[in-house]
């Protein structure tokens, strides 16, 4: 009788599996590694990446193995592993805030192997190198630089090289620093990003692409203006939890879209209106120095 009632049990589960993909069109199946420990993991991890009729997670305890079942015309798989890292899971593409895992149950707090590891204090470094030479030192310096530059350095230079292209209302040039901006955001290490960082560009990176492949499929500097209104705003709120090297200016234009205004960010304090280019180069203000 109990074998009977575990060969029941398993073909309902089965049966509400395939029930639930059925509900599911365009369904796409992938599988990815999702790190946690136990059933509450599974609970946690499956309601987080789980969309009615949309997206479906089943996840392995013992694998640590995740299948994906979802509307690709609805979804991917980036937004359901961001939603499962903002409940406290790291995935092998995004990680958990530090905060979000440290509240996670004792029994859930699996070990956080795709951390990056600590960097070896400065001090340490020169103590262990006071026997070298100065190409050494130099070498240290050198490495030191790279480890501190942000992962984000090259979203950043590219929007601005986009910007500029917009100040001079060049619409081919702006399709193709667009398409570099695209493949940019694309390129980040999410693992190198700090916890406030992480959090942000998990926020904005579906918009911020969304925008830059839309300017790089067109030539037409109004329609190119109107997507880079919202680029700039998801790209100020990164820029604002990023230490910058140099000031960064955030300027607005308030006659742009209809008198509703725009913003825009720039290494020159100088008002350079990429709404407007020429037609009116110095219309705007700063009303924010990020530093």
Known sequence: MKSISKILMV??????????????????TETIKIYGNCDMCKSNIEKAGNLKNVAQVDWNKDT????????????NQDEILKRIALAG???????APDDVYAKLPECCQYKRELKPVAMVNNADIAKKSEHGNH??????????????????KSVFENYFSLKDALIKSDG???ST??????KAIQSVDMA????????????????????????SDTKDTIHQRDHFTSLSDNMYKV??????DTPVYYQHCPMFNNGKGANWLSKEEAVKNPYYGSQMLTCGSTVETLK
């Open 64 to 75: 640590k193995i995740a299948t994906l079942n979802y509307d690709e015309k609805k979804t």
């Open 192 to 215: 190198k990003l700090s916890t406030e960082e992480h959090t942000v560009w998990m926020n904005v990176m579906k918009e911020l692409s969304f925008d830059a492949e839309h300017i």
């Open 89 to 95: 899971y790291d995935s092998e593409k995004f990680l």
């Open 135 to 152: 190409n050494h030192n130099e070498m240290n310096m050198t490495n030191s630089k790279q480890q501190n530059q942000s992962p984000l």
């Open 172 to 174: 081919p040039s702006a």
């Open 177 to 182: 620093k667009a398409l570099v901006l695209t």
């Open 239 to 244: 820029m604002k939890v990023t230490k910058q």
């Open 11 to 28: 073909i309902t589960v089965l049966l509400s599996s395939i029930n639930i993909f059925a509900q599911i069109k365009k369904s796409k």
